[in-house]
């Protein structure tokens, strides 16, 4: 059971958006704007997509966008491609003494 | 390019130890916190432990304190995880991580430990 939960899975057709949640409690997702979003292809490194809830590190298209509400986060790709399909999984900064940093299960996009 | 490359793992028997390297280029390693997160096989992502730039500070997961020791050198631009007593739990992958404000961005492809007899 991962810290923050993600759904399993979502799907798209190309060009479509779809909106992956994360969410968490007031002690991280909620309590901090330190969410971060990868995207992950089994094998590889997994890389920086989102980071502090909604900012884009140089190099990632302005289709990969980040929000939060509360205790839950989003990550919407608009315009789907194909390379797009991989894993993503949030993260964030925990308030807990024993945690620093917290991670959701991961959801598996398949592009159609 | 910013490249983290983990080394060090392998098969090992319940109680032994093992050790992980992790070589950094492509920043000022001695500048950045840096992070070791593992994932079992099936499992998520759990955080296992972190360390300073200046290797003053270190932090673990309770799974694994007392058991496991963070370490860097500077010079050789390399984090270390050692790991002692291990478990059959302790198996998966192990990913080292560069701290990026109170997170983390930049990670390896990560390398397997299997605990088993």
């Known amino acids: 059971q991962s810290a923050l939960t993600q759904p399993a899975s979502v799907s798209g057709s190309p060009g479509q958006s779809i909106t992956i949640s994360c969410t968490g409690t007031?002690?991280?997702?909620?309590?901090?704007?330190?969410v971060s979003w990868f995207q992950h292809h089994p094998g590889k490194a997994p890389k920086l997509m989102i980071y502090e809830v909604s900012n884009r590190p140089s190099g990632v298209p302005d289709r990969f966008s980040g929000s939060k509400s509360g205790n839950t986060a989003s990550l919407t790709i608009s315009g789907l491609q194909t390379e797009d399909e991989a894993d993503y999984f949030c993260s964030s900064y925990s308030g807990s003494s024993t945690l620093a940093v917290v991670f959701g299960g991961g959801t598996k996009l398949t592009v159609l | 390019e910013v490249q983290v490359v983990e080394s060090g793992g392998g098969l090992v028997q319940p109680g032994g130890s093992l050790r992980l390297s992790c070589e950094a280029s492509g920043f000022t390693f001695r500048s950045y916190w840096m992070h070791w997160v593992r994932q079992a096989p099936g499992k998520g992502l759990v955080w296992v432990s972190r360390?300073?730039?200046?290797?003053?500070?270190?932090n673990y997961a309770d799974s694994v304190k007392g058991r496991f020791t963070i370490s860097r050198d500077n010079a050789k631009n390399t984090l270390y995880l050692q790991m002692n007593s291990l478990r059959a739990e302790d198996t998966a992958v192990y990913y080292c991580a560069r701290g990026f404000g109170y997170n983390v961005d930049y990670w390896g492809q990560g390398i397997l430990v299997t605990v088993s007899s």
């Open positions: 360390i300073k730039s200046d290797g003053s500070s270190t």
């Open positions: 007031s002690s991280d997702v909620g309590g901090y704007n330190y």
